[in-house]
């Protein structure tokens, strides 16, 4: 009981210090974002074992969020947002991916429904719903998951259409203000996406998402029951991949994941650090070693570490660079610009694969048997980081960019690459 009453006193104070600092500033800086954003981690990290255990929706972390601000960054100051970049996006999610990878994925995924109303959406859509975003402190679900074709939108004279059919991996889906809805128009077969309120009748968002990883994520999966949506609600100019700048929305995705990653593995490597530090012994059969810190062989895992984490680093820095670079072009970007964002990007996503799946799991190596104790629950990293890279296998991105380093083709866009 001690425990719950403390840890809601140290919510409320975050909240109270989210309010202060927005209500005295207007536009805030990059080193506001970051500042807000480490008050948030530090928060997060206080629960992160606890709620791994426990699954379900993380509600005061999504609520902590709301009031923070942050779920408006990269929507531009002149509809009310904090008009931040990708690069310092990206390290946002990083920053929450090394303590709760769940949490970083609700808010990268935010950033990327944003980006999804901005690049497939009209002019008129996305100021109208930037704007909305900002004033009501939505936060974005997504259900529009294209592998999954069992939802179709059927035209209807009434409303405009009606959906109806269900879609997994509906990442965010619970406690969210709006959804982002993909659908096979049942006339003409194409892909369709729709920005509707997530508590519009007809939907129910089922709470079925039971994964050894990611357990905080809601991703699990919608209905939809003669769902109405008019007209204006489609994003329908100039659709997924109707133009090269639509296609981007594929290396948002990517490039989201990959920062998640990199973080689970900076995460990771801190917490076995720690560990290392605290509680390692010397191995029995160690010779004129009084310290576990002495040991050649866990200096030899550290060292590893180190390096493929830099190089991760590194590689996923100039991919968001990138993607900048490819996003400020606006309808002008060509292919070959989008193109090399692409090879840049799918890079990022092998190293942080590898990288991270090495670090989460050879990280007990350098801490030792009671590592695996249970309620420390250290395998979280590995959980989570195991449980995300399935979901795109990574020897696709190796074979896309073995195609560039070859035979200098670029990939070809897809709703994945």
Avoid at 118 to 140: A, D, H, I, M, P
Avoid at 316 to 342: F, M, V
Avoid at 361 to 383: I, K, T
């Amino acid at each position: 009981m001690a425990d719950d009453i403390a840890g809601h006193y140290r919510r409320a104070v975050v909240l109270s210090m989210l309010k202060d600092s927005a209500a005295s500033v207007g536009a805030p800086p990059r080193q506001y974002a970051f500042e807000i954003a480490g008050q948030l981690s530090r928060t997060f990290a206080q629960t992160a074992v606890e709620r791994d255990k426990k699954g379900g929706t993380a509600k005061t972390e999504r609520d902590l969020l709301r009031r923070s601000g942050l779920l408006n960054v990269t929507i531009p100051a002149e509809l009310g947002g904090w008009g931040m970049d990708w690069p310092d996006t990206m390290k946002l999610v990083r920053l929450f991916a090394r303590v709760d990878s769940s949490i970083a994925h609700l808010f990268g995924f935010q950033h990327l429904m944003l980006a999804s109303v901005s690049l497939y959406g009209s002019q008129e859509q996305t100021e109208q719903l930037f704007s909305e975003t900002v004033r009501n402190r939505w936060f974005w679900g997504n259900a529009l998951n294209p592998l999954d074709k069992r939802t179709s939108a059927t035209p209807d004279a009434s409303v405009g259409f009606l959906i109806n059919g269900r879609k997994s991996f509906c990442s965010g889906a619970t406690d969210s203000d709006m959804l982002i809805v993909s659908a096979i128009h049942s006339v003409d077969q194409k892909f369709v996406v729709t920005a509707i309120p997530s508590d519009r009748p007809g939907i129910r968002i089922h709470d079925d998402w039971d994964s050894i990883g990611q357990r905080q994520t809601d991703s699990g999966t919608v209905e939809f029951n003669a769902v109405p949506a008019g007209h204006e609600e489609f994003l329908r100019t100039p659709g997924p991949l109707g133009s090269i700048r639509a296609s981007l929305r594929s290396c948002i995705a990517q490039l989201i994941l990959s920062n998640i990653f990199l973080g689970l593995g900076e995460g990771a490597l801190e917490e076995a650090r720690n560990y290392t530090l605290a509680t390692t012994r010397p191995w029995a059969n160690s010779v004129g070693i009084s310290s576990a810190t002495e040991d050649p062989y866990i200096l030899t895992h550290y060292g590893r570490f180190f390096v493929d984490l830099q190089a991760a680093q590194a590689l996923t820095d100039i991919a968001g660079e990138s993607l900048q670079r490819a996003w400020e072009s606006g309808d002008a970007i060509t292919e070959s610009q989008r193109g090399k964002c692409a090879v840049d990007v799918a890079a990022s996503k092998v190293i942080t694969t590898n990288t991270g799946l090495e670090i989460t799991s050879q990280m007990f190596e350098v801490m030792g048997a009671r590592a695996a104790a249970g309620p420390a629950r250290l395998d979280r990293y590995w959980r989570n980081l195991r449980t995300h890279t399935l979901h795109d296998p990574v020897d696709y991105k190796l074979r896309e960019l073995g195609d560039w380093a070859l035979n200098r083709k670029l990939p070809k866009p897809t709703l994945y690459s």
